[in-house]
């Protein structure tokens, strides 16, 4: 009965797809994903390229790679912003989105830094997770007060998936995916986030104050693509949102090792999917928070054993 639900789920999955998408949108798509997936793999990565640029010039580029493709994809599939307000979220969104962007390469920096005192560069690591959380809560405080009307149950923050089975299942499908990912390149060098050069004596209470912080982002993360830039966006009349949004997520992952930036567009397209079916972030919440803890205990053991 479970291995039925996973099988109607995608089907229904690929029906959605193919209704929400455009032979021009995938063009574009693939013409923005293709090199970008390509200088990961086989030379500098963007992020690397960029980590010398001073902030503010970096910031400027990142808006660009991020807000560019979006608009484009978006525009071809023949689609206006339905009001002002809109365009003004959009902005404040993706410059801060460019901005907290700019940091990821410096966390996995940290992580291989040498210091004799790892426990102060967890706390940068803390500062800077909370700088990208801030990346999110902004353009979501900024939401709340443009559009008042809007409840919160709208923007799919409210208890609601499908089969707690088949999420499971699909979650159990993952795992020989995360264990591999540890032999892939750059995989130790940014996982675990908590681990800052040397192990040394970092106490406890910090590892789980990074950890809750590190989780917060997820959940932040799927209110901000899929409740806000999915849900909301696809009920305001803005029309074919999901794979603009699926690019930009993708681009998001920038700076990660090549493994997931590569996967997040597949699991960025069925966790989209899940939000519009369901109404509700919670399903790709659940998903994406059991995936990353899962990276963190696997990343943790492997390079624990390595001292």
């Known amino acids: 009965m479970i ?21 021009r949108e995938w063009i574009a798509a693939g013409l ?9 793999l086989t030379g500098p990565s963007i992020s ?7 902030g503010w010039v970096k910031t400027g580029i990142w ?6 493709p979006f608009f484009l994809i978006y525009s071809l599939a023949g689609y206006r912003l339905p009001a002002r307000k809109w365009s003004l979220f959009l902005l404040v969104a993706f410059f801060c989105l460019a901005g907290t962007a700019s940091l990821e ?32 809560l902004v353009p979501l405080a900024f939401f709340a007060v443009v559009f008042r009307k ?9 208890f609601s998936f499908p089969d707690w089975k088949v999420v499971s299942l699909l979650f159990l499908l993952m795992v020989p995916l995360v264990v591999s990912s540890v032999f892939s390149p750059g995989f130790t060098a940014f996982y675990p986030t908590w681990l800052a050069g040397d192990t040394g ?17 997820f959940v932040a993360t799927e209110w901000f693509f899929r409740g806000l830039l999915v849900i909301i966006f696809l009920d305001s009349g803005a029309g074919k949102s999901i794979l603009p949004v699926t690019v930009l997520y993708t681009l998001w992952h920038l700076g990660k090792p090549p493994a997931e930036l590569i996967t997040s567009f597949g699991g960025g397209l069925f966790l989209g999917y899940l939000a519009v079916r369901t109404g509700s972030i919670s399903g790709g919440v659940m998903l994406h928070l059991g995936v ?12 624990l054993q390595a001292f």
Do not use: M
Not at 6 to 23: A, E, P, S, V
Not at 204 to 213: M, N
């Open 63 to 68: 808006f660009g790679l991020l807000a560019g």
């Open 150 to 158: 809007k409840r919160l149950d709208e923007t799919g923050f409210r």
């Open 105 to 136: 390469p410096v966390k996995a920096y940290l992580t291989v830094f040498p210091v004799s005192d790892p426990g102060h560069l967890l706390q940068l690591k803390l500062l800077i997770s909370s700088s990208l959380l801030a990346g999110y």
């Open 32 to 40: 923005v994903l293709i090199p970008v997936a390509g200088s990961e």
């Open 3 to 23: 291995l039925a639900g996973i099988r109607d789920l995608l089907t229904d999955f690929i029906r959605f797809i193919r209704q929400t998408t455009g032979k």
């Open 292 to 303: 990353a803890f899962l990276l963190e205990l696997v990343a943790s053991f492997w390079r």
């Open 48 to 54: 690397h390229l960029l980590r010398p640029l001073e």
């Open 201 to 217: 004596e970092i106490p406890l209470h910090r590892i789980l104050a990074h950890e809750s912080l590190y989780g917060l982002n």
